[in-house]
């Protein structure tokens, strides 16, 4: 689990990235990312649709192993408020390193990870 201050949890919060981000794309994986006004650490949602996967407990596993490759990275450039969104689903079993690099090459090309 991530700590509260690198957590988005307000839906406000999400649209705000839809609506003032552009898209950065890698393997399986999106990425948004809005700079902050503030300094403050950076911020991360995470949206898997029913889409993907109509079981709760697949999303759900597909879920912790983004949240677990985020906090791996940590710590990232303070000041940004990011969501990480799955566009096609990745064989199960869900496979750590896979995803890991997925999230790592899109936050390198928005900006986020040097």
Do not use: H
Request: hydrophobic share 40%; charged share 35%; net charge positive.
């Amino acid at each position: 689990m991530l700590s509260k201050q690198n957590r988005l949890q307000k839906d406000r919060e999400f649209s705000k990235v839809f609506r003032s981000s552009r898209p950065f794309f890698a393997g399986n994986i999106v990425v948004r990312a809005m700079k902050r006004p503030d300094s403050k650490p950076s911020r991360f949602g995470f949206v898997i649709s029913n889409k993907i996967d109509k079981r709760a407990t697949r999303r759900n596993a597909l879920k912790r192993r983004l949240r677990s490759s985020v906090r791996e990275l940590l710590p990232l450039k303070d000041g940004f408020n990011v969501v990480i969104m799955v566009k096609q689903n990745y064989p199960f079993p869900y496979q750590f390193d896979e995803i890991k690099e997925d999230v790592k090459e899109a936050l390198i090309k928005s900006q986020v990870l040097l």
